[in-house]
């Protein structure tokens, strides 16, 4: 009697113990924004923010709370990862920290700023 419901047990074992191959997604399609950085680029600190900025790249692109940041055409996009897949952000989703640094920071400055 033990062996029989021992039986149907280990044959869920192999089962259980599988390795699970998933892959997660948020759901929002990844985006080609045209940034392509062989190398994590230098980030420096924006004074007076815990944001970071990088003065070597010809885009505007920060760093803070463990995500990057670009705006780019009037739009916001995010990655976990300096060189993408990027997604889009809703403006309301964009940290205040990032929304708050100043333009001489922006490596192109919006259209609205110049001038």
């Given at each position: 009697m033990r062996s029989r419901s021992f039986l149907p047990l280990m044959l869920l074992v192999p089962a259980i113990s599988a390795p699970a191959q998933?892959?997660?997604?948020?759901?929002?399609?990844?985006?080609?924004?045209?940034?392509?950085?062989?190398?994590?680029?230098?980030?420096?600190?924006?004074?007076?923010?815990?944001?970071?900025?990088?003065?070597g790249m010809d885009t505007n692109f920060f760093f803070y709370d463990g995500m990057y940041w670009v705006f780019k055409d009037d739009n916001w996009y995010a990655s976990s990862w300096y060189n993408g897949p990027w997604a889009a952000v809703h403006p309301e989703a964009v940290p205040l920290f990032i929304l708050q640094i100043p333009v001489s920071y922006y490596r192109q400055p919006p259209a609205f700023f110049r001038g």
């Amino acid at each position: 009697m033990r062996s029989r419901s021992f039986l149907p047990l280990m044959l869920l074992v192999p089962a259980i113990s599988a390795p699970a191959q998933v892959r997660i997604s948020i759901g929002l399609p990844h985006l080609n924004i045209g940034i392509n950085v062989p190398i994590m680029p230098e980030m420096a600190p924006v004074s007076g923010s815990p944001a970071y900025y990088a003065p070597g790249m010809d885009t505007n692109f920060f760093f803070y709370d463990g995500m990057y940041w670009v705006f780019k055409d009037d739009n916001w996009y995010a990655s976990s990862w300096y060189n993408g897949p990027w997604a889009a952000v809703h403006p309301e989703a964009v940290p205040l920290f990032i929304l708050q640094i100043p333009v001489s920071y922006y490596r192109q400055p919006p259209a609205f700023f110049r001038g």
